[in-house]
């Protein structure tokens, strides 16, 4: 596994880089090793509490789970807005020598989160955003310090440059910029121009994160930037192999070929395996429902086999139902 000692705080490698955003319920230990083994350069764990951390809540530390197959770079997200609990939080992240990297949710929309001053809401009060970095850049060490933020709070107030300063001033390594306002959640198109603001005021790194489902979408999206890399999310969903097809695209080499049915059977099937293997049997129904089944998007039959995941009663049904899809296309 690469340490993070070697590489500087940002993912372990020169040129443009991809990496795997974060997702709760969706980027664990499983979702990760497949998305690495296709090519991102870094990925990000779900969102952890740090207040639940340091409670030591039952259900906050196995989403810091790492099975042996997930190989890279991986930073663990913790959200919250006392810079005591924070850093507390991220001294527990650090001693399990698991990860090579913290970074810092703030800019998760989600109503229960921004109620609670976290996420999003520290967008509106960068003094503390700034108090809650400085803290957690201190406690990682000697992990780099990432901070996932936005582009700002909404359209009348665009704030991309200043919270990137915050971040980099108070010690960050790295900043994730999503380029939508947190009063647009995940709708609509990312907003380049406000990334890229955020790029030429800070020196680290700015990874810009939003609307890229294609390798030409991250192409493009680091040319009107100017970032060090993209995150991606909801692009690499059922697709991991988005990864292998940007790697190619940024290093200027020919596109992989896309993936036929059996591949991506085959990449479904490991995906399943991972998640046995992480989680138990009865994680695999409510995973094949709530995104495994965007392996066969867009394939004839993906709508009836949907209807089987939902249906299904158990692991078997899922490998069974997705099995016969491929073998009608084939
Ligand atoms: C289901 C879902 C869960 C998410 N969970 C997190 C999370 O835990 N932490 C975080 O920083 N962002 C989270 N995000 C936001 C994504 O990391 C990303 O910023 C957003 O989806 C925009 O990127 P995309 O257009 O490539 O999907 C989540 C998004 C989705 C759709």
């Known amino acids: 596994m690469t340490g993070a000692s070697e590489v500087g705080g940002a993912p372990p490698t020169g040129r443009p880089f991809a990496t795997l955003a974060p997702m709760a319920e969706i ?4 979702f ?12 990000t764990t779900e969102m952890v509490c740090a207040a639940g951390l340091v409670r030591d809540s039952k259900n906050t530390k196995p989403l810091l789970a790492r099975l042996a197959d997930e190989r890279g770079f991986v930073a663990a997200q913790l959200y919250g807005h006392d810079p ?24 998760c929309p989600m109503r229960r989160i921004v109620e609670n001053g976290d996420g999003a809401a520290l967008m509106r009060d ?19 310090l990432w901070v996932k933020t936005r582009i700002g709070t909404d359209p009348e107030h665009p704030a991309a440059a200043l919270l990137a300063r915050v971040c980099e001033e108070n010690g960050a390594a790295l900043v994730t910029m999503h380029g939508r306002f947190a009063s647009r959640a995940h709708a609509g198109d990312p907003e380049p121009r406000f990334v890229a603001d955020a790029v030429s005021a800070v020196r680290i790194p700015v990874v810009a994160n939003g609307g890229v489902r294609s390798a030409a979408d991250a192409a493009s999206f680091l040319e009107n930037t ?23 695209a940024l290093a200027g080499l020919p596109a992989p070929p896309p993936p036929t049915p059996t591949l991506r059977l085959k990449e479904f099937l490991r995906h ?31 709508a009836a086999m949907r ?4 249906e299904a009663r ?7 139902a997705a099995r016969a899809l491929v073998e009608e296309l084939n």
């Not at 980027?27 to 499983?30: N, V």
């Not at 990760?32 to 990925?43: C, F, K, N, P």
């Not at 100017?226 to 097809?245: H, Q, S």
């Open 27 to 30: 980027t664990d230990s499983a």
């Open 32 to 43: 990760r090793a497949v998305a690495l083994e296709a090519g991102a350069a870094a990925a």
């Open 84 to 107: 005591r609990e924070l850093a507390e939080a991220a001294r527990i992240v650090a001693a399990l020598g698991r990860f090579q990297a913290v970074d810092f949710n703030a800019g």
């Open 126 to 144: 960068p003094a503390l955003l700034g108090r809650c970095v400085a803290a957690l850049a201190a406690a990682s060490a000697p992990l780099p």
């Open 226 to 248: 100017g970032a060090a890399g993209v995150a991606i999310a909801r692009g690499a969903v059922g697709a991991p192999w988005i990864f292998g097809e940007t790697r190619a």
């Open 272 to 302: 399943l395996d991972l998640i046995e293997r992480l989680s138990g049997p009865d994680a695999i129904v409510p995973a094949a429902r709530r995104h495994l089944f965007n392996y066969f998007r867009g394939l004839p039959g993906a």
């Open 307 to 310: 209807r089987r995941f939902q």
């Open 314 to 320: 158990c692991a078997m049904d899922i490998r069974e």
